[in-house]
Every structure is written in C-alpha cells, then in structure tokens.
C-alpha cells in the first residue's frame, strides 16, 4: 500500500488530494488486485536493489526472494516501463 502512495505522489500530483482521480489513476494504471499490488512489491524493490549492486545480481536476487520465474520478472518489468 506504500508504494500505491508513493506512485501516486510521483506520477500523479494533481490526484493526490481529489479521491475521484486517484480512483481514475489506479484504474487507469490496473493497479486495483492483489496481483498489481504484488507485482509493484516486485518492482519497487527491484529499482531500490538497482542502488547497491548490478543489474544482474538485482534481478536474480528479486527473483529469488519473490519465488517468481524470469519469465513473470520480465513480464513485470515491461509492464512497469510501458506505465512509466
């Protein structure tokens, strides 16, 4: 639920304090399931692994802590850089 805030707070200022929009921004954006809440967990601490070590160790080491395959980490990440 953290992230959902910070991503409002990022991507959408104008939604920050009208409940309607918000509502909009997370519809707009998918972000109402469980699976979307999961997979910005995935993302988010992903991009703060990216701060301390490579590419490389970043994602195996998401992968490994989440349980998920290449392939979900993958279709994570291009949901996110097409969002973003």
């Known amino acids: 639920m953290k992230n959902i805030i910070k991503d409002i ?3 959408c200022p ?3 304090c009208d409940t309607e ?3 909009e921004f997370l519809e707009a ?3 109402l399931s469980y ?3 999961h997979y910005r967990e995935v ?3 992903y991009l703060a692994l990216l701060k301390e070590v490579t590419k490389k160790e970043a994602r195996n080491t998401t992968i490994e802590l989440f349980h998920i395959s ?5 279709y994570i990440q ?3 850089k097409r969002v973003n």
């Open 35 to 37: 699976t979307a809440e």
């Open 78 to 80: 291009k949901w996110y």
């Open 21 to 23: 929009k918000t509502i």
């Open 14 to 16: 104008e939604c920050h």
């Open 70 to 74: 290449f392939e979900k980490f993958k």
């Open 9 to 11: 707070k990022e991507n």
């Open 29 to 31: 954006h998918g972000d």
């Open 43 to 45: 993302w988010y601490f």
